[in-house]
């Protein structure tokens, strides 16, 4: 799992370096710095609200499982 972590960490780095190196500019940089983190922080919050408001007991595995549970019909008990 920490390799996991590691390979996705190494590959946001050469990608966020290399649009950086592309770009060469600071506001690129602050606006790649943004999107990042807004894109962290929605990918949070949908946790935040399948396990708080949807079903606390289920346990999703990530956005996919979610659909796959609404699509099955086992949110609507």
């Known amino acids: ?41 929605a990918y949070y919050f949908a946790f935040y609200v399948i396990e708080h408001w949807i079903d606390p007991r289920f346990r999703f595995s990530g956005l996919g499982s979610v659909l796959r549970y609404w699509w099955t019909g086992r949110g609507k008990d």
């Not at 592309?22 to 990042?36: D, N, P, Q, T």
Request: aromatic share 10%; proline share 0%; glycine share 14%.
């Open 1 to 41: 799992m920490v390799a996991k972590a590691l390979l996705f960490l190494l590959m946001g780095g050469m990608a966020g370096g290399l649009l950086l190196l592309e770009a060469g500019s600071w506001r690129a940089a602050a606006l790649l710095g943004i999107c990042v983190w807004a894109f962290c922080r």
